[in-house]
């Protein structure tokens, strides 16, 4: 029986049996509760166990699921190579009862699938059990029929435990007996474990173990069981060592091929090869699944495990990159049975090829120093030494440790530690954003230097399937969400970012924007629903209205550019712009105004072109080439050797990596709204295009109908009408003005009479200034008047004064209303000593006002 076969044979039988086959959960655990990895396959089903949800209908389970176990509890990954059975990357056949059938029945259903159909020899098949557990033992012996002398009670090893936290209860192993030729006879207990093999274990799962150690009973009793796969085949396929089975056999085979070295002709070689072919196909399952190298938590185990594959390889003499290779193989070997992996073998590929270039590039000097340290007699590798291998050479300290164990020698671990304290307070303090949930510019940066930059999709489509590479949560609840590929286009050359959808099987997020966080790197700024995380497969999708008008605005504003040179003239030069859906705004140097005669020819001219629909065609050329075309290039930006260049038509060619339409046909009517100055020499101008401009039109349209109801006219007969109300206004204004001209000669009459040795001081309120100036020179013209001042207020709070005076009189009025002007809280007067005006701010002071006047004239 072979791996495929014996994938479906185990989840037929269970299938038969009334459980529900689960896929594979991804080697990410999502239940906070989880271990680090994946590492069984009750692991999906947590919130089941622990009671945070009902159990499924039906309460019975089966999968085949891919397991990790090179870190915390499980982690072996000194055994593997050496040992017949250790892997870092397993699968692992499993059934599961969700508070249904409990010891009896999950017995019965591994002796029968045991005997049944693996056909295991049942007299070869032994049994464990806790040591205090007699209704196993019982179930065994007087239902199953296990002889007793081959039913063993052992302590911990048949306690199982998730993790140091988390479910766990007795358990009961079955093993298999490989024969005298393989080791001393004793059974699990006492004999040989290379004769004895371990193929399956049946969790009787009760407990929960609580952070303090102690043993809570769990919601439910679960049956929890797992067979790995790669130890059943060996006794399926009869070999001596999981590395014999038909896949793995395959990739140490690949392993082979990779460094040149054939399997079987040195023990040592053998083992670096079984190492490479183990390694090989764990990084493989792990950057599928989302574990990008990195120095954090999952991150840093697998570029452990990348780095140590490469020393392997380095180790037999192998100078070029092996990792892809291995990852071609797992590919190939293992994609039927998970096709996901197939599909996205070139992205494996290329994470993991960059992860073995950046360390192959240390290697050799950091193993150099490495040697030299032990060389010269050193019975122990210090902390710096240790250190500086992890921060300059990128050695693990696992790695350093292997290497310094191999030679005999130890790591100075406490003198690291505190090295490594150091550099993270450094890093730190030097991180330029504080608070919390912001990321500082080296998390960009290991994004770059693991994935590369970003793919841009959005020149070809408007929906893109992409990896989710980082999500970075922000300050403001917001996240960073980083893909390998994408179609949104990040704000630049004046064009807004896009906005739109990231959706994966278990969220969506909105996205808000869209920038660059460092030169490539496209960072979507979003709000999420449901989970977006590390490792998901996703739909990206821009708002494809909004991009639309977006690309009407950019070629719209190339069209501009070539008008406005046509119809100013060369010295025309674009000094900014920004391209929205809404509009487009464009800064350009200009020594003046542009005339209404001069917009007119240039809206003409981009109408023209529009008209005409010529194709819009963008490629990329060297810069050179593009400057000899006379490629316009945009202010502010900086170009590499390889520019982008779009010929909007005939006319226009610039460079550009921004969106624009297929043919400026697309563009439709362009409109400019607005032309302002905005500093010496520098013109804007704003403008619509497409729906903009006819919306624009829609408005106008509006407004001159709702004039031309008002008016009780046509809209082409406004002009006259308001001609003709203009004309009647100013025969009003013409026979207001004669009236208040008769009123002030009566007001002014009045005023004369109450003069005193002619000179006239009143309170004259309700007046706007202007006429109170009339009115003061009225009073002044009339007989046996010398000098007039008026004072009031237009509207109960402002001060108008006024004054006037004869030139016999010799009264410098300007002086006597300045001073009473400060009184008011104002000022003003002026220099003509006959006529002045001045204002002020505090209406209450008016009449103090007018006895400072008085007593300035002589008069009380």
Request: aromatic share 8%; charged share 30%.
């Amino acid at each position: 029986m072979r791996a495929q076969e014996l994938r479906t044979a185990w989840l037929n039988f269970f299938a038969e049996r009334g459980h529900k086959i689960y896929p594979s959960s991804g080697l990410i655990p999502h239940h906070p509760r989880a271990p680090l990895f994946t590492n069984a396959g009750m692991n999906q089903f947590l919130p089941y166990i622990v009671g945070e949800e009902p159990p499924p209908d039906p309460p019975r389970a089966t999968s085949v699921q891919k397991t990790v176990r090179v870190k915390g509890k499980h982690d072996d990954i000194e055994e593997i190579g050496r040992s017949p059975w250790h892997l870092s990357f397993f699968e692992m056949l499993g059934n599961f009862s969700l508070g249904d059938y409990f010891k009896e029945q999950a017995i019965k259903y591994a002796w029968e699938l045991s005997t049944e159909v693996f056909r295991y020899d049942p007299e070869r098949i032994w049994v464990t059990v806790y040591e205090t557990d007699d209704e196993a033992e019982a179930i065994w012996r007087d239902v199953v029929g296990v002889p007793a002398d081959r039913i063993q009670r052992m302590g911990a090893d048949n306690f199982w435990e998730m993790g140091d936290t988390g479910p766990c209860g007795p358990c009961s192993e079955l093993y298999y007996d490989k024969g005298d030729s393989f080791g001393d006879p004793g059974g699990p207990l006492h004999g040989s474990d290379k004769r004895y093999l371990e193929y399956w274990n049946l969790v009787f799962m009760q407990y929960d173990r609580q952070p303090d150690g102690t043993l809570a009973d769990l919601p439910m009793k679960v049956i929890d069981t797992g067979a790995g796969l790669e130890r059943n085949l060996v006794l399926l396929e009869d070999v001596n060592n999981v590395f014999e089975t038909d896949e793995l056999a395959r990739l140490v085979d690949a392993a082979s091929r990779a460094t040149g070295r054939r399997y079987g002709d040195d023990a040592e070689t053998d083992i670096q090869l079984r190492i490479l072919a183990d390694h090989g196909r764990t990084i493989s399952f792990m950057v599928n699944d989302g574990i990008y190298p990195s120095n954090e938590d999952r991150g840093y185990v697998v570029r452990r495990i990348v780095r140590r594959a490469v020393r392997k390889a380095y180790q037999l003499g192998v100078e070029k990159a092996v990792t892809p290779q291995l990852v071609a193989a797992t590919a190939e070997v293992m994609g039927e049975a998970y096709p996901d992996l197939l599909r996205n073998v070139d992205f494996v590929t290329e994470v993991v090829a960059r992860e073995e270039e950046r360390f192959r590039q240390t290697l050799k000097s950091g193993s150099t120093l490495l040697e030299q340290e032990i060389a010269g007699g050193a019975s122990t590798i210090s902390g710096d030494v240790a250190f500086k291998l992890h921060d300059t050479f990128g050695f693990p300290i696992e790695l350093t440790r292997e290497i310094a164990a191999e030679r005999n020698v130890d790591v100075d671990m406490e003198g690291f530690d505190e090295a490594m304290t150091v550099q993270r307070l450094r890093a730190r303090d030097a991180r330029k954003t504080g608070a919390d949930g912001e990321v500082d510019i080296d998390a960009y940066r290991q994004v770059v230097d693991q994935f590369g930059t970003t793919e841009f999709t959005g020149y070809q489509e408007y929906e893109s399937k992409a990896r989710v590479l980082a999500v970075m949560p922000t300050a403001d609840g917001k996240v960073e969400i980083f893909l390998d590929r994408t179609p949104f286009y990040a704000e630049g050359g004046g064009q807004v970012g896009d906005t739109g959808t990231i959706t994966g099987e278990r969220g969506t997020a909105r996205v808000l924007d869209t920038t660059y966080a460092l030169p490539g790197l496209n960072r979507h700024v979003a709000e999420v629903e449901g989970e977006i995380e590390v490792g998901d497969e996703v739909v990206a999708h821009i708002d494809d209205e909004r991009r639309e008008a977006i690309r009407r605005n950019h070629t719209g504003t190339h069209l501009l550019h070539w008008a406005l040179r046509e119809v100013l003239g060369a010295h025309v030069k674009q000094q900014g712009s920004l391209v929205s859906p809404e509009y487009l705004r464009f800064d350009f140097s200009h020594f003046g105004p542009v005339t209404p005669e001069e917009m007119e020819k240039v809206e003409d001219l981009v109408n023209a072109r529009v008209l005409a629909n010529e194709p819009v065609r963008a490629y990329e050329t060297s810069k050179a080439h593009a400057e000899q075309l006379g490629a316009i290039a945009f202010f502010g930006d900086k170009y590499g050797e390889y520019v982008r260049v779009v010929e909007a038509g005939t006319r226009s060619l610039e460079l550009c990596g921004g969106t624009h339409v297929g043919a400026l046909g697309m563009i439709g009517p362009i409109k400019v709204t607005t032309e302002q100055s905005i500093g010496a020499n520098m013109r804007r101008i704003f403008a619509l295009t497409g729906a903009g401009t006819l919306e624009r039109v829609r408005e106008e349209e509006k407004v001159l109908s709702r004039a031309a109801d008002m008016l009780k006219a046509q809209p082409d007969e406004l002009p006259d009408a308001i001609e003709r109300i203009l004309e009647r206004q100013r025969a009003l204004a013409d026979e207001n003005k004669a009236l208040r001209a008769q009123s002030a000669k009566g007001d002014a009459s009045r005023l004369a009479g109450d003069a005193v040795d002619g000179k006239v001081v009143a309170r004259v309120d309700g007046v706007q200034p202007n006429d109170l100036r009339d009115l003061a020179v009225a009073v002044r013209d009339q007989a046996n008047v010398d000098a007039v001042v008026l004072i009031g207020s237009p509207d109960g709070a402002r001060v108008a004064l006024v004054g006037a005076s004869t030139k016999e009189s010799g009264i410098a009025v300007n002086e006597v209303l300045g001073a009473a002007a400060k009184v008011t809280g104002g000022g003003g007067g002026g220099n003509n000593p006959t006529m002045a005006v001045a204002g002020g701010k505090d209406a209450a002071k008016i009449d103090d006002a007018l006895a400072s006047v008085r007593a300035s004239l002589g008069i009380s």
